[in-house]
């Protein structure tokens, strides 16, 4: 592994550091080296992802909804819960569907919602719903 030595000549308190990477911005002065590994990270979070990273939070066990392809009106736009059965870096495969699914047109159901019903005091056609979480 190679090792770099640094030195600023032009600054007053001259410091040797040895390291394996060499940041440019940690010898900026304290308010522009902010700024701009501010700016590295930014550039690193938005680039491109490698291919052995997962671009999706999915996991075997989770329950999902998927995305219909017909968009008629008054339909439903999303199908499920189904259980996600296995994972790809960028698909699903759920229970109930053949095929894989891309994992844009998937997302996580919450879990299992238990709902009571309460017939209020006043009027006794009435129910309240309330959802439990």
Do not use: C
Request: glycine share 4%.
């Amino acid at each position: 592994m190679l090792k770099y030595q640094v030195t600023l000549l032009e600054q007053d308190d001259v410091e040797l550091k040895t390291t394996t990477a060499v940041n440019p911005a940690m010898f900026l002065s304290s308010e522009m080296g902010k700024t701009l590994t501010k700016l590295q990270r930014h550039i690193v979070l938005t680039g491109p992802l490698t291919l052995d990273t997962p671009v999706h939070r999915y996991q075997q066990g989770d329950f999902v909804y998927v995305k219909t392809w017909s968009s008629e009106p008054l339909q439903e736009k999303w199908k499920g819960p189904h259980q996600v059965l296995l994972t790809t870096y960028t698909a699903v495969k759920v229970e109930g569907i053949e095929p894989w699914i891309h994992y844009t047109r998937v997302k996580k159901a919450s879990p299992q919602d238990q709902w009571t019903v309460r017939i209020t005091d006043q009027d006794k056609l009435r129910l309240k719903f309330k959802r439990n979480m």
